[in-house]
């Protein structure tokens, strides 16, 4: 199996456009490795924030993407691990074709956010 890390990419906290990529918004961004060398991905996280319906929560992720080649390999599980090992509980958005893959790693479904209409998660890893 892969061995998954996360490489944190600077930003530059007094510049606000910095804290925005690809219209991404988020206090930390982080590249998701493989092995050491392989970009697996992007993850994008708000700290000491609420989710889109006002739950309250440590670690939000903003966009977590995985580059085509490497969705519907069993990536994410492990990836949410390492988030989860690095962040404790973590709260996260899924649109329809995601929520199923959420809830097939044990994530718990929070409800409805009734401003997006996304289904809010909550993940920790060993959870069920």
């Not at 925005?20 to 996280?45: A, S």
């Not at 889109?52 to 993407?65: A, F």
């Not at 409800?111 to 920790?124: A, H, N, P, Q, V």
């Amino acid at each position: 199996m892969v061995k998954i890390s996360l490489k944190e990419i600077p930003v530059d906290r007094d510049n606000e456009e910095s804290l925005t990529y690809c219209d991404v918004g988020g206090d930390r961004l982080f590249e998701i490795v493989g092995d050491k060398t392989v970009t697996l991905g992007h993850v994008f996280i708000s700290e000491d924030t609420e989710t889109p319906s006002g739950i309250p929560c440590k670690t939000y992720i903003n966009w977590l993407e995985l580059l085509t080649v490497f969705q519907n390999r069993g990536f994410l599980r492990p990836i949410m691990n390492v988030l989860s090992e690095k962040f404790g509980e973590i709260y996260l958005s899924a649109a329809d074709r995601t929520e199923e893959k959420y809830r097939g790693i044990g994530a718990i479904s929070m409800g409805i956010d009734d401003f997006t209409g996304l289904e809010i998660f909550r993940y920790k890893k060993g959870a069920r």
